[in-house]
């Protein structure tokens, strides 16, 4: 009896927290608060387009069907359905997979767990990324690529206080995120050997996955919204710096003298040019020396985020390049060369979007650019009176107001 009364106590504590800072809007202080800070920092993220009084989740705008059947994840998942079913009808829990927009594609649950879960739509087509359901296991591990746990009262979502959710990502051979694998049930039922099944299943769909869709060689560069290199399916461990470093060779055709690519990074602070010729020297062994050493180039185009998204706003291709856009350019960066380069994606995708009669384009952007007062209320000008989503477009506008 007592770790149940130990959970409940837990879960008193953190409806006197979410009850004291949600409502309010405010954070929840990191050393004195039951709350645990990255769920506290998503409370905060969640505010700006959830209501935490909802009952459930929005629907998606787009069929279902289709999406499943052409996911990469639908064969790995279907192949292992039995030991799904068999872990959610033996544990009561609910099982879910969503694809990378947090987008729930299939779910199993046992007739009581299900009936619930449709009560707040945690079915085919719901929406459970931070922007439409806020805090919640799926949104944060989404938004982090790791496996999360969210109890009780940590959801931002008050209808969801009642659930306890386990989930981890699912990533493709070459790293890329497919989207996550959840088990969902009641408060009662948490238990510390449910997220050790999540993983296990988790790497079981990977494998799967892995088998019929090896890992492409080459090299993948991310850096909108955070920063990633993937070379050959294996995700290469880089320092801040040297991925501003690799972000700028990528998005320069022409390279850098050393000189030039010196101040770029450092600017006029005084920094030792055998500092740069150490960083460079990191790099040409982890992209397998790719990198050319008179001038500074790769001498094989890299794969970038950022500059599919310049080459499909040069294509004036809008649709591709608000889909890819999934955030500033390395934003924790204060590089003079990636501070340039952040301004100038910034403001083509920003003209871009306040031009385009779609209102789509300014949803979509919406989400990468919270605080932006101006696509906001060009989303609203162009969604009719009755489009439910205006409200996500209200709700954005509100909290960019106010920040």
Same mark, same amino acid.
């Given at each position: 009896?007592?770790?149940?009364?130990?959970?409940?106590?837990?879960?008193?504590?953190?409806?006197?927290?979410?009850?004291?800072?949600? *409502?309010?809007?405010?954070? %929840? +202080? /990191?050393?004195?608060?039951?709350?645990?800070?990255?769920? =506290?920092? &998503?409370? !905060? #993220?969640?505010?700006?387009?959830?209501? *935490?009084?909802?009952?459930? %989740? +929005? /629907?998606?705008?787009?069929?279902?069907?289709?999406?499943? =059947?052409? &996911?990469? !994840? #639908?064969?790995?998942?279907?192949?292992?359905?039995?030991?799904?079913?068999?872990?959610?009808?033996?544990?009561?829990?609910?099982?879910?997979?969503?694809?990378?927009?947090?987008?729930?594609?299939?779910?199993?649950?046992?007739p009581v767990m299900r009936r619930r879960a449709e009560q707040v739509n945690f079915a085919p087509g719901g929406?459970?990324?931070?922007?439409?359901?806020?805090?919640?296991?799926?949104?944060?591990?989404?938004?982090?690529?790791?496996?999360?746990?969210?109890?009780?009262?940590?959801?931002?979502?008050?209808?969801?206080?009642?659930?306890?959710?386990?989930?981890?990502?699912?990533?493709?051979?070459?790293?890329?995120?497919?989207?996550?694998?959840?088990?969902?049930?009641?408060?009662?039922?948490?238990?510390?050997?449910?997220?050790?099944?999540?993983?296990?299943?988790?790497?079981?769909?990977?494998?799967?996955?892995?088998?019929?869709?090896?890992?492409?060689?080459?090299?993948?560069?991310?850096?909108?919204?955070?920063?990633?290199?993937?070379?050959?399916?294996?995700?290469?461990?880089?320092?801040?710096?040297?991925?501003?470093?690799?972000?700028?060779?990528?998005?320069?055709?022409?390279?850098?003298?050393?000189?030039?690519?010196?101040?770029?990074?450092?600017?006029?602070?005084?920094?030792?040019?055998?500092?740069?010729?150490?960083?460079?020297?990191?790099?040409?062994?982890?992209?397998?020396?790719?990198?050319?050493?008179?001038?500074?180039r790769f001498t094989t185009a890299l794969s970038c985020d950022a500059v599919d998204v310049l080459r499909a706003?040069?294509?004036?291709?809008?649709?591709?390049?608000?889909?890819?856009?999934?955030?500033?350019?390395?934003?924790?960066?204060?590089?003079?060369?990636?501070?340039?380069?952040?301004?100038?994606?910034?403001?083509?995708?920003?003209?871009?979007v306040l031009a385009s009669p779609d209102a789509e384009h300014a949803m979509t952007y919406g989400e990468a650019?919270?605080?932006?007062?101006?696509?906001?209320?060009?989303?609203?000008?162009?969604?009719?009176?009755?489009?439910?989503?205006?409200?996500?477009?209200?709700?954005?506008?509100?909290?960019?107001?106010?920040?």
């Open positions: 009896m007592a770790p149940q009364l130990t959970l409940s106590a837990h879960r008193a504590a953190l409806e006197r927290e979410w009850a004291q800072w949600v *409502p309010a809007g405010r954070a %929840a +202080p /990191e050393r004195s608060s039951a709350v645990r800070t990255e769920v =506290a920092q &998503s409370w !905060l #993220r969640s505010l700006r387009t959830v209501d *935490p009084g909802r009952v459930c %989740a +929005p /629907e998606s705008e787009t069929d279902i069907g289709p999406r499943w =059947a052409e &996911s990469p !994840l #639908r064969g790995p998942v279907t192949e292992l359905e039995d030991q799904l079913h068999s872990i959610a009808d033996d544990a009561g829990y609910i099982a879910a997979v969503t694809d990378a927009s947090g987008t729930i594609l299939w779910t199993y649950g046992g929406r459970w990324d931070e922007a439409h359901m806020g805090t919640n296991a799926l949104s944060l591990a989404l938004r982090t690529d790791q496996p999360h746990t969210v109890f009780s009262a940590e959801h931002l979502v008050a209808a969801l206080h009642g659930w306890v959710c386990y989930c981890a990502p699912i990533r493709a051979a070459d790293g890329t995120l497919l989207g996550v694998l959840d088990l969902s049930t009641t408060w009662k039922r948490s238990h510390p050997l449910a997220m050790a099944t999540v993983r296990t299943m988790t790497t079981a769909i990977e494998s799967k996955l892995h088998a019929v869709m090896p890992a492409p060689a080459g090299m993948r560069l991310t850096c909108l919204g955070r920063g990633k290199l993937i070379r050959d399916g294996l995700p290469i461990r880089l320092r801040p710096r040297q991925l501003e470093i690799l972000t700028l060779l990528a998005l320069d055709d022409d390279g850098y003298s050393h000189e030039r690519l010196h101040y770029a990074v450092y600017g006029d602070r005084a920094v030792g040019a055998s500092t740069l010729k150490s960083e460079m020297s990191y790099l040409r062994r982890a992209t397998g020396g790719e990198i050319t050493s008179r001038v500074y706003l040069e294509a004036g291709d809008l649709d591709t390049a608000v889909r890819l856009y999934h955030g500033p350019l390395l934003p924790d960066s204060d590089t003079p060369g990636i501070n340039e380069w952040r301004d100038h994606l910034e403001v083509a995708m920003r003209s871009a650019a919270p605080d932006d007062i101006a696509v906001h209320e060009h989303a609203l000008a162009l969604l009719p009176t009755r489009d439910a989503r205006r409200a996500v477009a209200a709700a954005r506008l509100h909290s960019a107001l106010r920040a």
